[in-house]
């Protein structure tokens, strides 16, 4: 199956999420791949907003399921948040045996204290750590999807937006083949470490992360043999925070993967696409 368009959506789970989550969008039917844009949400999701953009969480969230549920079925779309927990967890915190399961328990929760607390109560009580991680976290060099850095991310993606779009997307690797978006876990941070960029110390003020924040778009643009344009290549350095960046190399992650989704396999945990 082809694909024609990749987005990008590097994801915040807190209150003012609509001021840290950004999204990029890559036009894959040319022989090279063309950066189209890259905004922050409450921009990229403006006509899915119900009434004027906001940065709160809620009303961004919602947009952002209502654009991933608006796509095209040539649409794949990467967001970098933990789609699922451990399976020692899934099975023995939640009862879950699948992954609808563990979307449908994670919501449950209700907040994402009462998630981390739940996942980590449990791990306490029957392993000898605190965070477990998932194999692919292991692999990727990624946090525990309950550590106190992610726990946000990991609840509001999974209860806020999985949760939403379940039906009018399939999120790999756990959906069978059926038509639509496809929406794919992916970690920017593993991304530029696998195409030899730099993997921290891009996010920042300084001369030095401005630096390195246009050898990495420079970088992922040699590997793709990709275009941007200048207005949209300058958003990208500028931006400071590295959101804007995180988006992009989000999109690149869920392109470059296209021909490595396996469908209705994941079991209960997943991958992480790099």
């Known amino acids: 199956m082809g694909f024609e368009t990749a987005y990008g959506v590097d994801f915040s789970g807190a209150r003012d999420a609509g001021d840290h989550i950004w999204v990029s969008t890559v036009d894959l039917t040319a022989d090279e791949p063309t950066v189209l844009d890259c905004q922050p949400a409450t921009d990229a999701l403006e006509a899915h907003y119900r009434g004027a953009p906001t940065a709160e969480r809620d009303a961004t969230l919602a947009a952002l399921a209502s654009f991933v549920a608006s796509?095209?079925?040539?649409?794949?779309?990467?967001?970098d948040f933990p789609f699922s927990v451990p399976e020692a967890v899934a099975r023995g915190a939640f009862g879950a045996g699948t992954w609808p399961e563990v979307v449908e328990a994670v919501a449950a929760c209700g907040s994402a204290d009462a998630y981390a607390e739940a996942c980590a109560e449990w791990a306490r009580e029957h392993t000898d750590r605190t965070y477990l991680q998932r194999d692919t976290d292991a692999a990727c060099g990624a946090l525990s999807p309950y550590h106190f850095f992610v726990n946000a991310q990991a609840y509001h993606g999974m209860a806020d937006v999985?949760?939403?779009?379940?039906?009018?997307?399939?999120?790999?690797?756990?959906?069978?083949?059926?038509?639509?978006?496809?929406?794919?876990?992916?970690?920017p941070a593993a991304t530029l470490d696998a195409l030899g960029r730099h993997?921290?110390?891009?996010?920042?003020?300084?001369?030095?992360?401005?630096?390195?924040?246009?050898?990495n778009l420079?970088?992922?643009?040699?590997?793709?043999?990709?275009?941007?344009?200048?207005?949209v290549r300058e958003r990208v350095v500028a931006d400071a925070g590295g959101d804007?960046?995180?988006?992009?190399?989000?999109?690149?992650?869920?392109?470059?993967?296209?021909g490595a989704f396996d469908y209705g396999t994941g079991g209960v945990e997943g991958r992480i696409y790099v």
């Open 71 to 79: 796509r095209s079925a040539d649409s794949v779309i990467g967001f």
């Open 199 to 215: 993997r921290e110390g891009y996010k920042g003020d300084s001369d030095t992360e401005r630096r390195r924040r246009e050898q």
């Open 244 to 258: 804007a960046l995180d988006s992009l190399v989000a999109a690149v992650a869920a392109a470059r993967n296209v």
């Open 162 to 187: 999985l949760a939403a779009v379940r039906g009018d997307a399939m999120v790999v690797p756990f959906d069978p083949w059926d038509g639509g978006p496809v929406v794919a876990e992916v970690y």
């Open 218 to 231: 420079t970088g992922i643009l040699e590997h793709t043999r990709g275009s941007v344009r200048s207005a």
